[in-house]
């Protein structure tokens, strides 16, 4: 017998969190969070999503001991306001037992279907800036902190309930000693003479804070016309830059003005933490905010993970500009491997953006989809 248990208290939203850990006890690839962090984010008074957003917890039982879990999802920005009928399913982990997961999965169908939704899309999160997708390829390479990692067996759990493929994303990593940095250097000069343009660097957190509104109007205007974009409010926006703008190390984030001063570019890279979460095992007491710490100051390893461009300075190489920052400060800190974080498959202009990198797809990810019944 498998039953489910809705989480609605603080111990039980704990007991969610910490199920994957035993999922992935013994893999060397899954990047695990910061448990407190994570309580958090599921906390609607410590998460401003949730004023445009309703989420309910499940957690899948089987001879008493925790089998799986998942969170159904509504966005009433999106089913409302964007009229996409869509039932979100995110958080989403099971043992290797396919009743598990048709059991969670139906529970996620009764809610959709109770809210007059027509399809259930997943694993996806409450928004853009949360993780997307189920791990398809790419099962030995090491996660990131902004990625879910997840065992082969998903799929096929997914597929065999009848999932089909709704989007497909891609990963991709290069080597920094490849980057050709007089190229950049050269191009970087004439584009900024041409259009007026100047670089902006950073060495103190607080210098970029009173530009992050204005980043996030490129970041809308850059993304808005993808089919998976849902506009993200100013509380949202609010709650990014306590969570993760003064964690990011100030001269990973560059941005590119106009000669009135007007952000029309930016990018956000952030070191690798994963090896650090994993040694962390969760906890960022006794010795994991000193690991992350470390790892802030002296990962070898970046991840590249929101890049910008206003449409009317798209198409004219001013990503150009950007590299040109990173060639520089990467240099500096000994950078060897560059990662992507997840790109849809479909999106031709971020293609074009990294085509003179030769970057290498390292994983695949997927989002299934299925009508509501």
């Known amino acids: 017998m498998i039953t489910l248990k809705q989480a609605t208290t603080k111990r039980e939203i704990k007991r969610f969190v910490l199920f994957p850990f035993s999922v992935y006890r013994k893999n060397k690839y899954w990047v695990p969070p910061i448990i407190k962090d994570e309580v958090d984010n599921f906390n609607p008074k410590k998460n401003p999503v949730f004023k445009n957003a309703e989420a309910q917890f499940f957690l899948a039982y089987k001879n008493k001991k925790i089998v799986g879990r998942v969170v159904a999802i509504i966005n009433w920005i999106?089913?409302?306001?964007?009229?996409?009928?869509?039932?979100?399913?995110?958080?989403?982990?099971?043992?290797?037992?396919?009743?598990?997961?048709?059991?969670?999965l139906n529970k996620v169908?009764?809610?959709?279907?109770?809210?007059?939704?027509?399809?259930i899309e997943g694993p996806v999160g409450f928004n853009n800036l949360d993780k997307t997708g189920v791990l398809i390829d790419g099962f030995e390479e090491l996660g990131t902190m902004i990625t879910w990692y997840n065992h082969p067996y998903y799929k096929d759990h997914l597929e065999q309930l009848g999932f089909i493929k709704e989007k497909e994303y891609l990963e991709n990593k290069f080597k920094f000693k490849n980057v050709d940095a007089i190229y950049f250097d050269r191009v970087s000069k004439v584009l900024k003479s041409r259009f007026k343009l100047k670089a902006l660097d950073f060495k103190r957190t607080k210098d970029i804070l009173p530009l992050v509104d204005e980043m996030f109007e490129v970041f809308e205007k850059t993304y808005s016309n993808l089919s998976t974009y849902v506009p993200i409010t100013e509380d949202q926006i609010t709650y990014f830059k306590k969570k993760y703008i003064s964690f990011i190390n100030p001269e990973y984030i560059k941005f590119v003005m106009d000669k009135n001063?007007?952000?029309?570019?930016?990018?956000?890279?952030?070191?690798?933490?994963?090896?650090?979460l994993q040694k962390a095992k969760g906890k960022l007491f006794p010795l994991g905010m000193l690991r992350l710490l470390k790892a802030k100051r002296h990962a070898k390893d970046v991840t590249f993970y929101l890049i910008g461009v206003h449409p009317d300075y798209q198409n004219k190489g001013i990503t150009a500009i950007i590299?040109?920052?990173?060639?520089?400060?990467?240099?500096?800190?000994?950078?060897?491997?560059c990662i992507r974080t997840p790109e849809l498959e479909e999106n031709e202009s971020i293609k074009k953006i990294w085509a003179d990198f030769n970057p290498v797809t390292h994983k695949r990810r997927r989002t299934y989809r299925k009508s509501v019944q």
């Open 78 to 104: 999106e089913v409302e306001k964007q009229q996409i009928k869509k039932m979100r399913f995110g958080w989403f982990d099971v043992i290797d037992d396919i009743e598990v997961s048709k059991v969670l």
């Open 109 to 119: 169908n009764e809610i959709g279907r109770a809210n007059n939704l027509e399809y």
């Open 261 to 276: 001063d007007k952000l029309i570019a930016f990018a956000i890279v952030m070191p690798s933490f994963s090896s650090a």
């Open 323 to 337: 590299f040109d920052q990173y060639t520089k400060t990467f240099a500096k800190k000994g950078i060897i491997n």
